[in-house]
């Protein structure tokens, strides 16, 4: 059974970057996809990228060209590089990965994953 766990949150300025990393003690073999999602508060969490055994890689709209899903396999590490980030990107983010499964055009949702981690708070200022 994964256990995964975030790391590289904190606060930052508007335009500013950071670097979340997912440790997962683990690690899938075969098919598999693992993802971050973000909860703002008093809203629904939300997929926000997605990487597969493939190497396929999905994000949402708002964060496309700005934010970078990457993976190292020999670290059992999942990363999210998020640069120009914005006040509306302020949320906690969570790490995510679903074993035997790998993406379709579509963002997986939610409900896809089978193992989370705890979270890690992003705040950006204006």
């Known amino acids: 059974q994964a256990q995964l766990v975030e790391s590289g949150g904190g606060s930052v300025q508007a335009g500013g970057s950071l670097r979340l990393s997912c440790a997962a003690s683990?690690?899938?073999?075969?098919?598999?996809?693992m993802g971050w999602f973000r909860r703002a508060q008093g809203k629904e969490r939300e997929g926000v990228a997605a990487?597969?055994?493939?190497?396929?890689?999905r994000y949402a709209d708002s964060v496309k060209g700005r934010f970078t899903i990457s993976q190292d396999n020999a670290k059992n590490t999942l990363y999210l590089q998020m640069n120009s980030l914005k006040a509306e990107d302020t949320a906690m983010y969570y790490c995510?990965?679903?074993?035997?499964?790998?993406?379709?055009?579509?963002?997986?949702?939610?409900?896809?994953?089978?193992?989370w981690g705890q979270g890690t708070q992003v705040t950006v200022s204006s």
């Open positions: 683990a690690y899938t073999y075969g098919r598999y996809t």
């Open positions: 990487i597969d055994s493939d190497g396929k890689t």
């Open positions: 995510a990965a679903r074993v035997g499964y790998t993406m379709s055009t579509m963002f997986p949702p939610k409900s896809v994953f089978g193992f």
